[in-house]
């Protein structure tokens, strides 16, 4: 139980365009969300915090007209990398709560490339 | 001061041998200890989960959680080079509006050698 998956794995995209990631939980009900980046040999860095139906809060520091998150639903929430440049290429990775305080389950992640 | 901190490592233990990991956290009023596994590329995975004071124990892993020293362990009993990966120590202080946000350390990186 408790998985999570996302889309796409891995993206190259060009400086300027924006890019789109899915983040579902497949067996739970995920009322929390969390969008994370992590740069190489590095610890993640949370962006935010999603919650269904309403605006995410984003961590000090994160562009939130840049990094445009949605939880539309129980069971999706995805984040829009909006005019991507080179230096926001990185692992992004997002994970659910089930309901179990503080459990956190990982999506597999998504590599950004931005040429 | 870090809110989580751990010893960035890499810790090196023989295959077989017991592998201990330390954490220890900031936050008097943390509720709820995680211990995550992150192979080099890949996304975290949750694999030990402690609440209150002890030991729990789940096959080869065993989290161990003192509140008074605000301090939390991981032991790997044999350890296989499968283990080795960076071990991740993540907090909960379920303050109000902190909601299920967790405060990670840095990580531990393990080797196991052959």
């Known amino acids: 139980g408790a998985v999570v998956s996302q889309h796409p794995s891995w993206v190259i995209c060009k400086s300027g365009t924006s890019v789109k990631i899915e983040c579902r939980s497949l067996?739970?009900?995920?009322?929390?969300m969390f969008w994370y980046r992590q740069f190489p040999k590095q610890s993640l860095m949370l962006m935010a915090t999603?919650?269904?139906?309403?605006?995410?809060?984003?961590e000090q520091g994160v562009e939130k007209d840049k990094f445009l998150i949605n939880h539309a639903s129980l069971t999706l929430s995805t984040l829009t990398v909006t005019s991507a440049h080179p230096e926001d290429s990185s692992f992004y990775i997002c994970?659910?709560?089930?309901?179990?305080?503080?459990?956190?389950?990982f999506g597999p992640g998504t590599r950004l490339t931005v040429t | 001061q870090k809110e989580v901190e751990q010893n960035s490592g890499p810790l090196s233990v023989p295959e077989g041998a017991i592998a201990s990991l330390n954490c220890t956290y900031s936050?008097?009023?943390?509720?709820?200890f995680f211990w995550y596994r992150q192979y080099s590329g890949k996304s975290p995975e949750l694999i030990m989960s402690?609440?209150?004071?002890g030991d729990k124990e789940d096959g080869r892993f065993t989290a161990q959680l003192n509140k008074a020293s605000q301090y939390v362990s991981l032991l790997i009993r044999d350890s296989q080079p499968s283990d080795s990966a960076t071990y991740l120590c993540?907090?909960?202080?379920?303050?109000?509006?902190?909601?299920?946000?967790?405060?990670f350390g840095t990580g531990t990186q393990l080797k196991v050698e052959l």
């Open positions: 994970s659910a709560n089930d309901g179990a305080p503080g459990e956190q389950y």
């Open positions: 067996d739970f009900q995920a009322t929390t």
């Open positions: 999603s919650n269904e139906g309403s605006k995410a809060t984003y």
């Open positions: 936050d008097r009023v943390s509720q709820s």
């Open positions: 402690i609440y209150s004071n």
């Open positions: 993540a907090v909960n202080s379920d303050r109000q509006g902190g909601g299920n946000k967790l405060t």
